[in-house]
């Protein structure tokens, strides 16, 4: 082993193992980038100059671009947010948004430079390395993974610390070898674009069948129900509202032991995606009094970007014992009081979306 990899980080030792082709090296990411520039001391701008901004919601994780950004006045900006130019790596530093990746290269800047969101990391690149190089390399799963592995902070709250950032090994071709790579990769990326675009409009069309049928049963903006049907309050036909906890420092790095379903584990469809499953240890699940999942349980998301999003748990689910973590609610419905498939319908649909909503805070 080189040198130079006895030095990578044991986190992604494995990887930087692996052989590279002639003219490769491995190198630190921090190497050849600089990892959260400081201002330089000679940029000034009027207060009332319009300047980008970029929040975390602007950034499109599909494809990795920022999509929505954002103008602002310089004075609503200069203090407080993370400061970036033109050709800039974004990295999104916070769960869930580092692995759902939101990433970017600041592009099209109003005079070159912006502002956004204090949860991003910027990388710099230096002259050995371009930022398409270093941006399709951060937006791999496997050294996303890597990046998880290295959170700080308490659950809900972790982020990816700046020093593992530029610590972590990247392998380093000559920048013509980089272009060329990046030209194809960005050439099979819109060809993939152009493939999401069809499908999610063909999705869009088949969407809108389930929410007519909604429409028809519970209406749309009604006010007065029909005769028979009177409205109650959620709380009337529950026998049970609650969220679920995690052990101290998180599910991370638990391989086995009981499920816990979080807001990435619910479809936007009511149902479930195990592909990133987390556990909690037996004994603590064993512990804990409220968040044990039953069937014909509604699990309803409590915070985050997904707010409000909803799944049932019917006779399909594959777990006997799992639970909730601390941003799901899970809503029991009281014996003979309603059928729970009746109030995951009523909260799927878009009036029950629409009563979640209007009780949103933060």
């Known amino acids: 082993?080189?040198?130079?990899?006895?030095?990578?980080?044991?986190?992604?030792?494995?990887?930087?193992?692996?052989?590279?082709?002639?003219?490769?090296?491995?190198?630190?990411?921090?190497?050849?980038?600089?990892?959260?520039?400081?201002?330089?001391?000679?940029?000034?701008?009027?207060?009332?100059?319009?300047?980008?901004?970029?929040?975390?919601?602007?950034?499109?994780?599909?494809?990795?671009?920022?999509?929505?950004?954002?103008?602002?006045?310089?004075?609503?900006?200069?203090?407080?947010?993370t400061f970036f130019v033109e050709g800039d790596v974004l990295f999104a530093k916070i769960t869930p948004c580092m692995q759902n990746g939101k990433h970017a290269i600041a592009r099209g800047l109003i005079g070159g430079v912006g502002f956004g969101t204090t949860e991003f990391h910027v990388l710099r690149p230096k002259a050995a390395v371009t930022p398409e190089w270093v941006h399709w390399f951060l937006r791999q799963p496997r050294v996303l993974r890597i990046a998880e592995a290295s959170f700080t902070g308490t659950a809900g709250q972790q982020?990816?610390?700046?020093?593992?950032?530029?610590?972590?090994?990247?392998?380093?071709?000559?920048?013509?070898?980089?272009?060329?790579?990046?030209?194809?990769?960005?050439?099979?990326?819109?060809?993939?674009?152009?493939?999401?675009?069809?499908?999610?409009?063909?999705?869009?069309?088949?969407?809108?069948?389930?929410?007519?049928y909604l429409r028809a049963v519970f209406g749309s903006g009604r006010t007065e129900p029909p005769a028979g049907w009177r409205w109650v309050k959620l709380g009337d036909v529950l026998c049970s509202l609650e969220t679920g906890s995690r052990p101290p420092g998180g599910a991370m790095g638990i391989l086995e032991g009981i499920p816990s379903i979080s807001a990435e584990h619910m479809t936007r469809h009511g149902g479930f995606d195990f592909s990133s499953l987390r556990y909690v240890p037996t004994e603590f699940y064993q512990q804990m009094k409220r968040g044990h999942i039953h069937r014909g349980d509604v699990l309803v998301v409590k915070d985050g970007a997904t707010t409000g999003k909803v799944a049932f748990v019917d006779e399909y689910f594959p777990y006997r014992q799992a639970v909730v973590n601390e941003h799901v609610f899970l809503c029991r419905v009281a014996p003979g009081i309603a059928d729970p498939r009746y109030l995951f319908f009523w909260l799927w649909g878009t009036e029950g979306q629409r009563a979640v909503r209007s009780h949103f805070q933060g």
Request: proline fraction near 7%; include cysteine.
């Open 1 to 81: 082993m080189t040198k130079a990899t006895r030095e990578i980080p044991a986190e992604n030792a494995d990887m930087a193992r692996a052989g590279l082709p002639d003219g490769w090296r491995w190198v630190k990411l921090g190497d050849v980038c600089e990892v959260n520039p400081p201002r330089s001391r000679n940029f000034k701008r009027a207060d009332d100059a319009v300047t980008t901004f970029v929040p975390m919601s602007a950034v499109d994780e599909a494809r990795g671009a920022i999509a929505h950004a954002q103008t602002r006045l310089f004075a609503e900006v200069r203090r407080g947010y």
């Open 159 to 212: 982020r990816v610390p700046e020093q593992a950032l530029a610590e972590m090994a990247v392998p380093l071709p000559p920048l013509a070898e980089q272009k060329r790579i990046a030209g194809i990769l960005e050439g099979q990326m819109a060809a993939v674009e152009r493939a999401r675009a069809g499908a999610a409009a063909q999705l869009q069309a088949a969407e809108q069948l389930p929410a007519a």
